[in-house]
């Protein structure tokens, strides 16, 4: 057995909130969670980039240990790639956690797993972690082909990590067809492609990293449906879209622990 992971709850706003509106979000947050939140789970939110500094000058001034995260970057250290961030600006302004190869970026931007595996290199290089994303469409599901999709993208997503980067990163399982939708897997639909995915990383870099690696769930996670994806023995944490952009929902989802 490895040791135990500590689970990650991560709200992903996507293009909501200005820096404002992030500003006030995060200080609400921040009242409503306490030091026993903080010890039992690791909790990032994730605005867009036009808010980030706003955000981590919140946190830093009233020591607020909400992880800054950021929703994408570019592999590249600098240059002519307009509209794009580097890695290096991000670990700059501390963020500790990039999301890489959400779907909708994916779909929108015609991310290919190539680019984000240039991306977890490149963010792992400046000394942040990638949560990095994989997950079937509706008609993949339907055509059982559901497992081979997300373990291929792990393969090719993570090639050429060593086991201890392997170990230290965090995979989040999001089925498309879940996201923003309403829909969700059921617990034990996620737990199967979760324990896949963790018998990927088993078999490509060993015991080590696949009992250290953090998997979250992502799609439709709601303060109700949250306790029992999070009993699951292979989920350890989740990537929370519409329900983060309320702090009074998120917090409820960071409290799963002392329901039922
Ligand atoms: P929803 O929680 O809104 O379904 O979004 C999930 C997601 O995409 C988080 O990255």
New binding site residues.
């Given amino acids: 057995m490895g040791e135990a992971r500590k689970p990650l709850i991560?709200g992903?706003w996507?293009m909501n909130h200005n820096h404002f509106e992030a500003i006030q979000m995060v200080q609400k947050l921040s009242y409503l969670l306490s030091v026993n939140d903080y010890d039992a789970v690791d909790v990032s939110v994730h605005p867009p980039f036009t808010d980030l500094r706003s955000v981590q000058t919140v946190l830093q001034a009233d020591e607020v240990p909400i992880l800054l995260g950021a929703q994408h970057c570019h592999w590249e250290a600098g240059g002519a790639f307009t509209g794009e961030v580097a890695p290096s600006m991000l670990a700059k302004l501390n963020v500790s956690l990039v999301?890489v190869g959400?779907?909708?970026r994916r779909e929108l931007s015609g991310e290919t797993d190539e680019a984000v595996n240039r991306k977890v290199r490149a963010v792992i290089a400046n000394d942040m972690t990638p949560i990095m994303?994989c997950g079937e469409t509706l008609g993949e599901r339907e055509a059982g082909t559901t497992d081979s999709k997300v373990s291929g993208q792990v393969r090719e997503g993570l090639a050429g990590l060593s086991a201890g980067q392997v170990g230290s990163l965090v995979i989040?399982y999001?089925p498309i067809w879940?996201?923003?939708?309403g829909l969700m897997a059921t617990p034990e639909d996620a737990q199967a492609v979760c324990a896949t995915i963790r018998q990927v990383v088993r078999s490509d870099w060993g015991g080590e990293a696949a009992d250290a690696v953090r998997i979250q769930y992502?799609?439709?996670?709601k303060p109700v449906s949250a306790p029992d994806l999070m009993r699951q023995p292979d989920i350890d944490g989740a990537?929370?879209?519409?329900?983060?952009l309320d702090p009074d929902e998120f917090a409820r989802i960071i409290a799963y622990r002392l329901v039922g």
């Fill in positions: 991560s992903n996507k999301i959400h779907s909708e994303c989040a999001e879940a996201i923003g939708t992502g799609g439709s996670v990537l929370v879209g519409g329900a983060s």
